[in-house]
T-cell receptor, first 116, second 110 residues
Framework: DTGVSQDPRHKITKRGQNVTFRCDPISEHNRLYWYRQTLGQGPEFLTYFQNEAQLEKSRLLSDRFSAERPKGSFSTLEIQRTEQGDSAMYLC??????????????FGPGTRLTVL | GQQLNQSPQSMFIQEGEDVSMNCTSSSIFNTWLWYKQEPGEGPVLLIALYKAGELTSNGRLTAQFGITRKDSFLNISASIPSDVGIYFCAGMGAGNQFYFGTGTSLTVIP
């Protein structure tokens, strides 16, 4: 296994367009996280899945954002009607854990979104 | 979202020097992680800490989980040019979210 992968690595879009990103976690990991990172800041939590269930969503995740993990493996993050403020690096991370046990998260390389 | 206080914000050091950085939180955490990030890439996990007072090493890196559970520090000994990057701490409390620090940018001068 080569780790967490994300596709695409870069996306340039015009304001108002929809975009979708994909994350493939490490195969035995049951937890998957999405983060957003802007320049000069640390990653900020967006949402988290345990298997196929989306268990937590940040207030940062507006109605224009939706994430899915339909079979408990890969996940997609869609942003509808993109705005210039959505420009950021979108990071995916995965880990193995269960209630009361939290294992370390491994990150993918990220998708850099630029909204013109 | 919550961000942890990380200091210093940036460091410029000579190759061979030791480096110390720390991270503080107003909340108690059960897990601390330290990551390194290079431009255009995702963070890479360096060290994970799970118990207050725990001291863990990974090569030239040593990290400690503060006994108050509100802080952690990372030391790098005998720095080399490839240590250049941004170092982030991350803490997890009772919930399922990791909160990240604001980062320490390290520059190593050969």
């Amino acid at each position: 296994d080569t780790g967490v992968s994300q596709d695409p690595r870069h996306k340039i879009t015009k304001r108002g367009q929809n975009v979708t990103f994909r994350c493939d976690p490490i195969s035995e990991h049951n937890r998957l996280y999405w983060y957003r990172q802007t320049l000069g800041q640390g990653p900020e939590f967006l949402t988290y899945f345990q298997n196929e269930a989306q268990l937590e969503k940040s207030r940062l995740l507006s109605d224009r954002f939706s994430a899915e993990r339909p079979k408990g493996s890969f996940s997609t993050l869609e942003i509808q009607r993109t705005e210039q403020g959505d420009s950021a690096m979108y990071l995916c991370a995965s880990s193995f854990g269960w209630a009361g046990f939290y294992n370390e998260q491994f990150f993918g390389p990220g998708t850099r979104l630029t909204v013109l | 979202g919550q961000q942890l206080n990380q200091s210093p914000q940036s460091m410029f050091i000579q190759e061979g020097e030791d480096v110390s950085m720390n991270c503080t939180s107003s909340s108690i955490f059960n897990t601390w992680l330290w990551y390194k990030q290079e431009p255009g890439e995702g963070p890479v996990l360096l060290i994970a800490l799970y118990k207050a007072g725990e001291l863990t090493s990974n090569g030239r890196l040593t990290a400690q989980f503060g006994i108050t559970r509100k802080d952690s520090f990372l030391n790098i000994s005998a720095s080399i040019p490839s240590d250049v990057g941004i170092y982030f701490c991350a803490g997890m409390g009772a919930g399922n979210q990791f909160y990240f620090g604001t980062g320490t940018s390290l520059t190593v001068i050969p």
